[in-house]
Nanobody, 126 residues
Framework: QVQLVESGGGLVQAGGSLRLSCAASGRTFSSYARGWFRQAPGKEREFVAAIGWSGGSTYYADSVQGRFTISRDNAKNTVYLQMDSLKPEDTDVYYC???????????????????WGQGTQVTVSS
């Protein structure tokens, strides 16, 4: 059974940092793009960041560019999201996703979404 499990969410003050992790089990995703989305209640899920299968390409939403960094450790089947300079508007449930296209780059993730995690809450207080 394929599982993606996020961790690292929590409550932080504005300007602070959090590091999210997403560990996969049941199969390896080392040959697939990985990424993060977020969703607020009543809103559509929105793209945050993506990383290509080898880690050689990354892609960010304009709203997080320069503040968030996505990385991966294929040996651990894990993807990370380092979030710095957090703002109250970053408050959301964050979901990790694995792509469905083998050897996909960061830019292809949005068209090839595969398995999702269950989400982790990030709350930024002002």
């Amino acid at each position: 059974q394929v599982q993606l499990v996020e961790s690292g969410g929590g409550l932080v003050q504005a300007g602070g940092s959090l590091r999210l992790s997403c560990a996969a089990s049941g199969r390896t995703f080392s040959s697939y793009a990985r990424g993060w989305f977020r969703q607020a209640p009543g809103k559509e899920r929105e793209f945050v960041a993506a990383i290509g299968w080898s880690g050689g390409s990354t892609y960010y939403a304009d709203s997080v560019q320069g503040r968030f960094t996505i990385s991966r450790d294929n040996a651990k089947n894990t993807v990370y999201l380092q979030m710095d300079s957090l703002k109250p508007e970053d408050t959301d449930v964050y979901y990790c996703v694995a792509g469905s296209e083998k050897y996909g780059g960061a830019g292809s993730l949005g068209r090839n979404l595969g398995s999702w995690g269950q989400g982790t809450q990030v709350t930024v207080s002002s």
